[in-house]
């Protein structure tokens, strides 16, 4: 298993920025997939960006030109800078891992708030 610690979410005006910390427990070298995904009360956990181990990288088509998710596989991290916040990115932003381990595994972090004011 894999424990993942969001951090860095908190309230902004809309047009501000935050950068979200997702910290893991182990080496993130191996795993296939960390990505970002987000949540609002009543709806489906949707996909924010994911981070693939092989370099490649996918946004919501909500969020592109705007989010940028990257890794540093050195400090186990992965990290989230949303640039150009609007009201509609409010949620709880979750961090999760999908890696093989004795077959396909997923953990989630416990999710970080995040509200734009308008």
């Known amino acids: 298993q894999v424990q993942l610690v969001e951090s860095g979410g908190g309230m902004v005006q809309a047009g501000g920025s935050l950068r979200l910390s997702c910290a893991a427990s182990r080496s993130i070298f191996n795993i296939n997939t960390m990505g970002w995904y987000r949540q609002t009360p009543g709806k489906q956990r949707e996909l924010v960006a994911n981070s693939i181990s092989s370099g490649a990288v996918t946004y919501a088509d909500s969020v592109k030109g705007r989010f940028t998710i990257s890794r540093d596989n050195a400090k186990n991290t992965v990290y989230l800078q949303m640039n150009s916040l609007k009201p509609e990115d409010t949620a709880v932003y979750y961090c999760?891992?999908?890696?093989?381990?004795?077959?396909?595994?997923?953990?989630w972090g416990q999710g970080t708030q995040v509200t734009v004011s308008s």
């Open positions: 999760r891992a999908n890696y093989y381990s004795n077959g396909w595994k997923i953990d």
